[in-house]
């Protein structure tokens, strides 16, 4: 071996001769070996001639290089000499990079597809020039790709550097993918692809689409070369589906941007608008169809009008949408705004939903949908051309009948404006065209007797307090609500009290605030149930503080305290809010050391005290009694031929359920083998009322034939079934929908051994050992996550995804005056044109999936331990007043008293001794002390007793000791 140091500078190097000694006559060959990264040829040859590098074998080979030899000299004579000219190559790279833009309102998308062919020296990487505002979205290549990064250069450019596994030759190929951010009112945009680095030669082409919303022109285009779409790569040519509207080719690297003018073109729309409104007993739902029809120029903004009792309680599903808004207007109705991420040509097709409770007078209106025309000089004109009409549908057990049939334009089932299903068209009461020359009609929903009596009841309020020594106490509250249309249950809690948890039907729930004749009223929403549903719990957990902590010591007086309860508003508080309450049980636990006593002034407690028998025993009887209420709804629906299968169904499925709960409850009732007198007879009317509903259950036994024509329960899911027919119905018209989102915007094929598919992921970073572009990407995709979850819904107002669409309305980011733009939420994510999830920032309302303070609701469990004291009430409203004294009141003093009289004993006992004559005087002392000792042994604990029968054998011993004495004497 030689040292050898290589510069960039050309190095002269003589190869030593290896001579044998002793040879007479010899025969050699010589072979020269370099790197790739070498440039190497022989020089100053002395003695040796060249030969073909197959002809060069050696009888023994050396070590060497697996590649064949750059070239082979033979020498038969000495000397044999012979020179090298070393340097190492220049690297030589060559691209071809080929561009696709697409122009929208919001962004420009960029896909780039580079070519490389890299010879000369191995090059470790290969590094493009971003230019400012470019967000890189991802980077794909071949398999040797491992990892990617981007640093900040100067004019707000960047530069991407994509490593290779190791020093490369050859082709590779490089995509990118990139969006820029654009203002809409721009009106023109400055085209820069991403220039390759470090090349020795370039070939640029460039495709240029634009949203079908502009027309444009091309400004500047300094370096570049106009050409025909025709000209392009096939792959650039397949990033759309239609002809690029611009192309240009660049021979040389071009630093100047194509300049593009846009101007925006002005779509020609009408509309139709199909309502469904369904009226049923506990709720009145309506179902929108929009459908606009454009020509002229693509669209992406839709505005109409509705009435102010829509606000926040319309909800839109609507497909690719980027932003809803509702703005109040000055005749006070709402302006609602439909922003696409794209625009769309032919056709766009929306549905909204509206779910409301039964009107106080039950009078069911139609809403005033107005669509407006596109704004024209800051004017917001209604369209032209628009046909609204409404299909009025009866589902409730009542009768519809409209209030003016003058008002009422019928309309033939076959002009609807919308393709409506044949099933609806049969339930529909009316078909109507609603016109903006006279009033709207209305419908009267005439309920029957039954339905007047009600739309809610609480069955059941059962509440548990435990009080503390400090004075604090907590109290667990569950209602078992029967719900026929109640939309709040509310609750007036005590004051200085806390409200800890809201549980309806076992999920965490929170409460809404409102003021009721001057007091805060907390209101529970209820969820909407139907005759066929069971009653269900609502649990509230409260503490709080009463103003003075329990007396422990010895207090001799009691202490008399109100326990604070909540308490269910009532229909005369609020015929809105408030609901009838059936019984009520009460449980309180009190520290064991303290005595408790009801007090039994009416202005104080209006509950009775039970012991614990019979509050087992009455609470039976309580829970037969909901239990039946269940049961009658429910055979009600069974018996009603205008039931359908599905009702029925259900029906008899909660039916099991009664049943299985009734035979846990007769287990109950014959596993309580002791009875009290008292309570003999709540145990035999409990179980006769449970055998004789157990017996009904049995009858009701039986399979149901399918009704084909059933429909929905829910009067909420009909209205979302029929609006998805209507979508499902309408789609294909021939006025298709066409976006510009149809197709992926990149580039696809095999290149260099991999595929480039939608579905692959990226070689962004390394994706297998981990490298900086994996933890730029992993970082990217948690800040996203973390500022806009789009799995993840929250109430209300929050978009609600479903079918790859996102619901608005009802709720937050639709309220009067707000918008949140997606560019002003996250831009990575909003460039790309991705449908997100959004909720107002200032406003109360919180994402679903919390559930710390200050969202929904967290499980608490209140201490059960101590002395239980029971207590019933029927109605509601309790007043509860207890009185308590603690044990040690009474036991003290007496022990003071007993301690006392021992000591004047022993004072007595000592002064007997002092003064007798004879141990005859002490005989008296100690019959007096046995006898103690006898009643200490029989009433002290183990150790005293144990001492006081000690005692009590001494005493014993001593006076018949003394008693004996005289007698042996005489």
């Not at 505005?303 to 319309?314: A, D, E, M, S, V």
Request: aromatic share 6%; net charge neutral; hydrophobic share 40%.
């Amino acid at each position: 071996f030689t040292p050898l140091a290589i510069t960039d500078a050309t190095l002269t190097q003589q190869i030593p001769e290896l001579v044998p000694m002793d040879a007479t006559r010899e025969i050699g060959q010589i072979a020269l070996f370099a790197g790739d990264e070498f440039a190497m040829r022989a020089v100053n040859v002395t003695g040796a001639v060249q030969i073909d590098v197959n002809q060069y074998k050696p009888t023994a080979k050396p070590h060497q290089p697996d590649t064949a030899p750059l070239a082979a000299y033979r020498f038969a004579t000495r000397p044999a000499s012979l020179s090298l000219s070393l340097s190492r190559k220049q690297p030589e790279t060559k691209c071809v990079a080929e561009h696709g833009v697409q122009i929208g309102t919001r962004k420009v998308e960029w896909a780039s597809r580079y070519q490389f062919d890299l010879t000369g020296a191995p090059r470790p990487s290969v590094s493009m020039l971003l230019p400012a505002g470019y967000l890189l979205m991802e980077v794909e290549g071949a398999d040797f790709i491992t990892d990617w990064y981007d640093t900040p250069g100067e004019n707000g450019q960047r530069t991407l550097t994509v490593e290779f596994d190791q020093p490369r030759l050859g082709r590779v190929d490089v995509l990118l993918q990139g969006v820029v951010a654009r203002k809409v009112e721009t009106p023109s945009v400055d085209l820069s692809p991403p220039n390759p680095l470090g090349v020795n030669k370039l070939k640029s082409s460039l495709g240029v689409w634009l949203s079908e919303i502009y027309a444009a022109t091309v400004g500047t285009s300094e370096g570049w070369k106009t050409a025909s779409p025709d000209q392009l790569a096939q792959e650039l040519q397949q990033l759309r589906s239609t002809p690029a509207q611009f192309a240009f080719q660049a021979a040389t690297p071009v630093s100047q941007p194509v300049v593009i003018h846009l101007t925006r073109q002005v779509p020609q729309l009408s509309a139709d608008l199909v309502t469904l409104v369904a009226a049923a007993d506990d709720s009145i739902d309506y179902g929108l169809t929009f459908r606009w029809k454009i020509t002229r120029a693509a669209a992406d903004t839709f505005q109409f009008t509705t009435p102010n009792w829509l606000k926040g309680r319309l909800e839109l599903n609507v497909a690719g949408v980027r932003e809803i808004r509702t703005d109040a207007l000055e005749s006070g109705d709402l302006l609602w705004t439909i922003q696409l991420v794209d625009a769309v040509r032919g056709q766009f097709l929306c549905t909204g939903v509206v779910t409301l409770p039964p009107p106080a007078d039950d009078v069911i209106q139609i809403p005033d949908v107005i669509f407006l025309d596109t704004i024209v000089a800051g004017k917001q004109n209604p369209m032209e051309t628009q046909r609204r009409c409404a299909i009025i549908v009866n589902r409730s057990a009542g009768q519809l009948a409209a209030v003016d049939e003058r008002l009422v334009n019928k309309l033939p089932a076959d002009q609807l404006p919308l393709k409506v299903d044949e099933s609806l068209l049969k339930q529909a009461l009316a078909i109507t065209e609603i016109t903006g020359q006279q009033a709207l009609p209305k419908w009267k929903l005439i309920r029957s007797a039954v339905q007047e009596s009600g739309r809610a009841i609480v069955t059941g309020s059962d509440l548990e307090t435990s009080l503390a020594w400090d004075g604090s106490w907590k109290t667990r509250a569950v209602y078992t609500v029967r719900n026929r249309g109640q939309q709040f249950l509310g609750l007036k809690l005590p004051a200085k009290s806390q409200l800890m948890s809201v549980f309806v039907k076992g999920q965490p729930s929170r409460t809404v605030m409102t003021t009721v004749k001057e007091q805060t009223v907390h209101l529970v929403p209820l969820p909407q149930t139907s005759m066929v549903d069971l009653s269900f719990d609502v649990q509230v957990t409260v503490s709080g503080q009463l103003p003075t902590p329990l007396e422990r010591d010895t207090y001799l007086m009691s202490q008399e305290i109100s326990l604070p309860a909540p308490d269910v508003v009532t229909l005369d508080e609020s015929p809105e809010f408030g609901l009838t309450v059936a019984a009520t049980s009460w449980r309180v636990y009190t520290p064991d050391k303290l005595d408790v006593t009801l007090v039994s002034d009416h202005q104080k407690s209006n509950v009775d005290q039970l012991n614990e028998e019979l509050m087992f025993a009455s609470m039976l009887l309580q829970k037969s009694s909901r239990l039946e209420a269940d049961a009658k709804d429910l055979f009600r629906v069974l018996s009603d031929s205008r039931s359908s299968y599905s009702q029925k169904a259900q029906s008899q499925a909660n039916l099991k359920q009664l049943e299985r709960a009734l035979a846990a409850e007769r287990e109950s009732i014959r596993g309580r083998s002791t009875r009290s007198s008292g309570s003999g007879k709540l145990y035999e009317e409990a179980e006769s009322r449970s055998e004789a509903l157990f017996g009904n259950l049995k009858k009701h036994e039986g399979d149901l034939s399918q009704d084909e024509n059933g429909k929905p329960d829910n009067n909420r899911d009909f209205i979302i079934s029929s609006n998805n027919l209507n979508i499902t119905s309408n789609s294909g018209d021939g006025l298709s929908i066409q976006s510009e989102s149809k197709l992926n915007f990149r580039f696809e094929g095999t290149s260099a051994g991999i595929k480039f598919t939608p579905s692959k992921s990226p070689k962004s970073g390394k994706s297998a050992s981990g490298g900086r572009g994996a933890l730029r990407k992993s970082l990217e995709s948690q800040s996203l996550g973390n500022s806009i979850q789009t799995d993840q819904l929250a109430p209300g107002d929050q978009g609600t995804k479903r079918g790859g669409m996102l619901m608005f309305g009802a709720g937050a980011n639709n309220r009067s005056g707000s918008s949140l733009s997606v560019l002003e939420a996250e831009p990575a994510q909003a460039i790309r044109g991705e449908s997100v999830q959004l909720w107002d920032q200032s406003s109360e309302q919180l994402p679903s999936s919390w559930t710390q303070t200050g969202g929904l609701s967290l499980p608490f469990e209140i201490p059960t331990v101590g002395h239980e004291s029971s207590f019933i009430k029927i109605g509601g409203s309790p007043k509860l007043t207890l009185s308590l004294r603690p044990r040690q009141a009474w036991t003290r003093p007496l022990t003071w008293l007993w301690s006392l009289c021992w000591g004047l004993l022993a004072l007595w006992t000592m002064n007997r001794i002092c003064k007798a004559a004879s141990s005859t005087a002490l005989r008296p002392i100690f019959g007096f002390a046995a006898a103690l000792s006898v009643l200490g042994f029989m009433l002290l604990p183990t150790v005293w007793g144990a001492l006081s029968f000690l005692l009590f054998v001494v005493c014993l011993a001593g006076f018949f000791l003394i008693g004996a004495r005289p007698a042996s004497e005489g």
